[in-house]
């Protein structure tokens, strides 16, 4: 929610911006180190983008006392057994992502001729593990969104997207966001290289005179990879935002999807008539049960691909954007991303949603969520407590009946992005940047699998300690896995590692497998799982690296009990079924290896092993869904898939550091 300037240039109120503040914009990409307004508290300028802050917070102190250190969880071995189980979770990543429509270039490429290498290895290492990725393009921005011709005065040449010039300039005539019809096209290049499906969000600025090439754009070139598309985003907030008069209620948003939906029936470029989302509120100003009351979910339930909220726990604006309100301390609000009680209640007000919309066997979606809205918090969003928030929120959600969940990347003034490409002027030299809850979708991945079976609950043990909440997976009707958590932070003591007995009558293997998420502190950004890494900030090329570590613990086969250590901090996925095939994925099988340049030769550059690495391992074992053994081709498709392969350089004009040539036939 609110991660573009631009956008609350336009909204009065409350959030309306001092004119100080003006300068920025979010939608250039400032160069790292480059001093940028907003200020911190003093009023001191930062002297680093979001994206790349290196702040690291104390972390909480130990509980005093302590929960208990060794516990047992008694367990049941068939999923008939055990009351509360989720439904089945299906299809690709329960984890996608939200990518806001103003920063689109800055995550996947310039144009669909230039798409990010990083990011495509990034997406490969979910399919491997789940077989594919939902992306969402959209979020406030898409709400202003015009699409214009690719030689529009208001772009730079080759650019797929753009933006009007100044705030002032920024009424409901000149809109926020340009976008070409190269956005489809990338959208579209990318589902050819790796199984990605996209939402996208009609504008819901007007309501009246509808905007709908997006949708008949979208159909068209994206086809079935097109999921569903967005009835307006976060309503409850129109109000509030002056988008709308006052009074604004679930009532009149309904009424304007009915109009959205009468349109679009009028219009035969807009074939696929039943792939609409809503009501993707902020859950701010409505509840979930304000807008179920008007017969939201059995009126459009024929016309819609799934049902959608937002929420973040709390928001930054006053920070990222200097509205003039209090500042959040972060140090003061850390400890909450470190609670299951607190997850508890993030996720519990969707409860009935949950039980509601499973009735009409639509998915339900949380459609865009991370630590914080506005860009998240400075020593929060990008540490280990967020990635052991963010696995315990994916599956808190998984056990609340959603279906699947997008986080939020916010572009390069945000400290939450799963994911960050370098600055414009140093992706010659330097690479990507992963951010912590990445690390989460590679876990809700690895847990859920391929089968379309998996359910899973909440199991509190440890009489219901905030600090140790556990979860287990069935599948195929069967315990499969257990997840457990320490959330504490004994970097101080060395004391408060958990000893979690798992007992199943009848049901322990001799041994199981364990994949630790880990890292030294709750505070830290240097993160492993199963003792791999993606990397430091500006290293990250989106391949794991590393040995990988997975961790035999033998059972007591007569007691039917396994007994697995937690650090603290630390998170362990623990495999009953050894013989699954994830526990030997490391590195994608099948990656996008990139051209480079750097720094100090100032000419292209390629390793020849990581080209090796990329000719050698497809041929058997690919990801599902590529399209073509051969990295030289994607079999089938207009394109032509370009990695480095010694011998075909020649002719080939290098596209930059983490950029691959897509080239036309
Ligand atoms: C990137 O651009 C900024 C602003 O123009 C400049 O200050 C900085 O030195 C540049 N960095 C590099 C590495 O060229
Ligand atoms: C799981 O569901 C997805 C999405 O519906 C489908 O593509 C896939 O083939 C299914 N896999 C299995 C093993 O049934
Ligand atoms: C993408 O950008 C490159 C480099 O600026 C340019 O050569 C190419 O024509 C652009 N492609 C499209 C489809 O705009
Ligand atoms: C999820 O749905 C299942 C199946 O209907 C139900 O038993 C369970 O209680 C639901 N979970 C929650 C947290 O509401
Ligand atoms: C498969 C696919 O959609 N390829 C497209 C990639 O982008 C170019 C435009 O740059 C289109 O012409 C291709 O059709």
Request: charged share 15%; glycine share 8%; with cysteine.
């Amino acid at each position: 929610m609110l991660p573009s300037l631009v956008h609350l240039l336009l909204l009065g109120g409350t959030y309306l911006l001092p004119h100080t503040t003006a300068q920025v914009t979010v939608y250039g990409q400032i160069p790292l180190a480059q001093t940028v307004t907003p200020t911190d508290d003093t009023g001191a300028p930062q002297p680093t983008l979001a994206a790349y802050n290196n702040t690291e917070l104390v972390p909480p102190p130990v509980p005093n006392p302590p929960p208990g250190l060794s516990f047992t969880m008694n367990l049941e071995r068939n999923a008939a057994a055990v009351s509360g189980l989720s439904i089945p979770h299906v299809g690709p990543a329960f984890w996608g992502f939200s990518v806001e429509m103003s920063v689109l270039t800055q995550v996947l490429g310039k144009n669909s001729s230039h798409i990010g290498v990083p990011f495509l290895n990034l997406i490969a290492n979910l399919q491997e593990r789940a077989g594919g990725v939902y992306i969402r393009i959209g979020g406030n921005t898409q709400e202003f969104a015009v699409m214009v011709e690719p030689d529009s005065e208001y772009l730079r040449p080759d650019h797929t997207f753009g933006k009007t010039d100044s705030g002032t300039q920024q009424t409901t005539e000149t809109p926020a966001v340009l976008y070409t019809i190269d956005m489809f096209y990338i959208a579209s290049n990318i589902s050819s290289l790796v199984n990605v499906k996209w939402f996208l969000g009609v504008p819901f600025n007007d309501t009246t005179t509808w905007r709908t090439q997006i949708a008949e754009y979208g159909m068209e070139i994206l086809g079935d990879n097109l999921l569903g598309l967005q009835a307006g985003n976060e309503p409850d907030l129109y109000e509030m935002f002056q988008h709308r008069t006052a009074p604004y209620t679930p009532w009149d948003y309904m009424g304007e999807v009915n109009d959205l939906l009468a349109h679009v029936d009028t219009n035969d470029r807009i074939p696929r008539k039943n792939i609409f989302i809503g009501p993707s509120i902020a859950t701010k100003a409505w509840t979930p049960e304000q807008v179920w009351e008007t017969g939201f979910i059995d009126h459009f339930k024929d016309r819609f691909y799934c049902f959608s909220v937002e929420n973040y726990p709390y928001d930054n604006c006053a920070a990222q954007f200097n509205t003039g309100r209090p500042h959040v301390n972060v140090q003061e609000l850390f400890p909450y991303y470190l609670n299951h009680d607190n997850m508890i209640e993030h996720v519990g007000k969707y409860r009935n949603t949950g039980l509601l919309v499973q009735q009409t066997g639509k998915p339900l979606i949380m459609f865009e969520t991370n630590t914080g809205s506005c860009g998240g918090f400075m020593g929060i969003s990008d540490s280990f407590a967020a990635a052991l928030w963010s696995t315990d929120y994916g599956f808190q959600l998984a056990h609340t009946n959603f279906t699947h969940g997008l986080l939020h990347v916010g572009g390069q003034n945000a400290y939450y992005n799963p994911f960050t490409s370098p600055p414009t002027n140093q992706s010659a030299f330097n690479q990507w940047t992963i951010g912590a809850v990445y690390y989460s979708t590679i876990v809700l991945a690895e847990a859920f699998g391929k089968t379309n079976t998996s359910r899973i609950v909440d199991l509190m043990p440890n009489e219901g300690s905030v600090y140790t909440p556990a979860y287990a997976i069935y599948e195929n009707d069967i315990l499969n896995k257990v997840a457990l958590f320490n959330y504490m932070d004994d970097l101080q003591t060395g004391t408060h590692a958990i000893s979690v007995a798992i007992n199943v009558p009848g049901g322990v293997p001799s041994n199981v497998r364990v994949k630790y998420l880990a890292s030294h502190s709750v505070s830290s950004k240097n993160i492993t799982w199963a003792g791999q890494t993606l990397g430091p900030q500006l290293t990250v090329d989106g391949r794991f690296r590393g040995e990988l570590d997975v961790v035999d613990v033998p059972c007591d086969v007569v007691a039917d009990t396994c007994t697995v250590r937690v650090p603290a901090p630390g998170f362990a996925l623990v495999f009953l079924d050894t013989s699954n095939e994830v526990l030997s994925i490391g590195q994608a099988t099948q990656t996008f290896t990139t051209s480079a340049y750097t720094r100090v030769h100032n000419t292209a550059y390629m390793d020849p092993s990581l080209v090796a690495v990329s000719n050698g391992h497809s041929a058997k074992n690919r990801v599902d869904g590529l399209g073509s053994t051969s990295v030289g081709s994607v079999a089938g498709t207009a394109t032509q898939l370009w990695v480095p392969r010694l011998g075909v350089l020649t002719g080939i004009v290098l596209g930059g550091l983490g950029f691959m040539r897509v080239l036309r036939r």
